[in-house]
Antibody, heavy 123, light 108 residues
Framework: QVQLVESGGGMVQPGGSLRLSCAAS????????MHWVRQAPGKGLEWVAVISYDASDKKDADSVKGRFIISRDNSKNTLYLQMNSLRADDSALYYCARDLYIGVAAVDVFDHWGQGALVTVSS | SSELTQDPAVSVALGQTVRITCQGD??????ASWYQQKPGQAPVVVIC???YRPSGIPDRFSGSSSGNTASLTITGAQAEDEADYYC???????????FGGGTKLTVL
């Protein structure tokens, strides 16, 4: 079955860096676009970034632009999020999610999610 | 601020029907997906595309869309449906994704 397991979370000081990983299994990782979505404590979901199946295209939200970098290693079935210049408002549970796109059915959905990695930015 | 707008909270009596809505300009061009999130758990997709329910999602969940509004309907709400519900779609440019602010559903 599809499994997504995030790691690399922790506590970091403002201005610091952290790299999250998302290990994928149970599906052809290299055939799917992947997303990062975050959720601050007690708040809603916020889309962070997406990377195409072959890493040729990447997009990110304005809130993280220029600070976060999404990448992937299809040989290792792993998605990454390099987070730099971290701020207190980046504190959140970070989820990786698989993108399922079926054009003829108008399906464009985050169909599988990991359990999340907690990032706390605090001095 | 989110480009998709949801009511923060909705309540429904056990066994009754409830509709949760999501408004946004991008919904004129893209279908919304709907996710259920229970405390301490990752989101789970309940509806996507025109009105597609993934395997394992009860048929009391359905989706619809009209103009700039997408709706998630639960017909005969059960106690286990009490959760936060989020809509999402691409944004108006089609290049990015957005989530609604979420709706907390209480089953009375």
């Amino acid at each position: 079955q599809v499994q997504l397991v995030e790691s690399g979370g922790g506590m970091v000081q403002p201005g610091g860096s952290l790299r999250l990983s998302c290990a994928a299994s149970g599906f052809a990782f290299g055939s799917y676009a992947m997303h990062w979505v975050r959720q601050a404590p007690g708040k809603g979901l916020e889309w962070v970034a997406v990377i195409s199946y072959d890493a040729s295209d990447k997009k990110d939200a304005d809130s993280v632009k220029g600070r976060f970098i999404i990448s992937r290693d299809n040989s290792k079935n792993t998605l990454y999020l390099q987070m730099n210049s971290l701020r207190a408002d980046d504190s959140a549970l970070y989820y990786c999610a698989r993108d399922l796109y079926i054009g003829v059915a108008a399906v464009d959905v985050f169909d599988h999610w990991g359990q999340g990695a907690l990032v706390t930015v605090s001095s | 601020s989110s480009e998709l707008t949801q009511d923060p909270a909705v309540s429904v009596a056990l066994g009754q029907t409830v509709r949760i809505t999501c408004q946004g300009d991008s919904l004129r061009n893209y279908y919304a997906s709907w996710y259920q999130q229970k405390p301490g758990q990752a989101p789970v997709v309940v509806i996507c595309g025109k009105n597609y329910r993934p395997s394992g999602i009860p048929d009391r969940f359905s989706g619809s869309s009209s103009g700039n509004t997408a709706s998630l309907t639960i017909t005969g709400a059960q106690a286990e449906d009490e959760a936060d519900y989020y809509c999402n779609s691409r944004d108006s440019s089609g290049n990015l994704w957005v989530f609604g602010g979420g709706t907390k559903l209480t089953v009375l």
